[in-house]
T-cell receptor, first 113, second 117 residues
């Protein structure tokens, strides 16, 4: 069966520091991968998605970036964190082209101080 | 563009009572519809999905949802809620393009379910 992992589970970082969040999927190949941010009371905001290694699409312009160095690995990064980057970050994978069925990881709680 | 509306931000239900969470979508083609549940500090878990066929779909944990095209709705129901059902519930919609492609999911803002003892 397929599983999706995210780490770290929680992270507290100072403003201006770098960020690296990792997401890996097991038990499948060539998944579509997604990064979402969930702010309190605002639902899910799609940040990036990837249909293959090295292929990244950005949905919202911001100081975050994403990379997919391996088929089942998706990384969310920032060179300098802002206070507004605080939130709950969710990674998801989909076995379907177009991402019509998505399965979510456990999430990472990021607090920027 | 697709949109999903969950009109109830919070709903309070007594334990053992029935539940209905509302979801309305806006899209011209046949939608693909989903309900997810999120416990505090956790990721989203898929409860059920509608792709085609029978408009009443059964999901996990005793939940069901009914697709009503005429009302553009996909309401989630449960005949008797348990305290463990307290969580955030998200409705989502996706669609296939005529050329066979798709463009991911659009999520509603969620409904927070509170269970009273």
């Amino acid at each position: 069966s397929q599983t999706i992992h995210q780490w770290p589970a929680t992270l507290v970082q100072p403003v201006g520091s770098p960020l690296s969040l990792e997401c890996t999927v097991e038990g499948t190949s060539n998944p579509n991968l997604y990064w979402y941010r969930q702010a309190a009371g605002r639902g899910l905001q799609l940040l990036f998605y990837s249909v293959g290694i090295g292929q990244i699409s950005s949905e919202v312009p911001q100081n975050l970036s994403a990379s997919r160095p391996q088929d089942r690995q998706f990384i969310l990064s920032s060179k300098k964190l802002l206070l507004s980057d605080s939130g709950f970050y969710l990674c998801a994978w989909s076995p379907l082209a177009g991402g019509l069925l998505q399965f979510f990881g456990p999430g990472t709680r990021l607090t920027v101080l | 563009a697709q949109s999903v509306t969950q009109p109830d931000i919070h709903i309070t239900v007594s334990e053992g009572a029935s539940l209905e969470l509302r979801c309305n979508y806006s899209y011209g083609a046949t939608p693909y519809l989903f309900w997810y549940v999120q416990s505090p500090g956790q990721g989203l878990q898929l409860l059920l999905k509608y792709f085609s066929g029978d408009t009443l779909v059964q999901g996990i944990k005793g939940f069901e949802a009914e697709f009503k095209r005429s009302q553009s709705s996909f309401n989630l129901r449960k005949p008797s809620v348990h305290w463990s059902d307290a969580a955030e519930y998200f409705c989502a919609v996706g669609a296939m393009y005529s050329g066979g492609g798709a463009d991911g999911l659009t999520f509603g803002k969620g409904t927070h379910l509170i269970i009273q003892p």
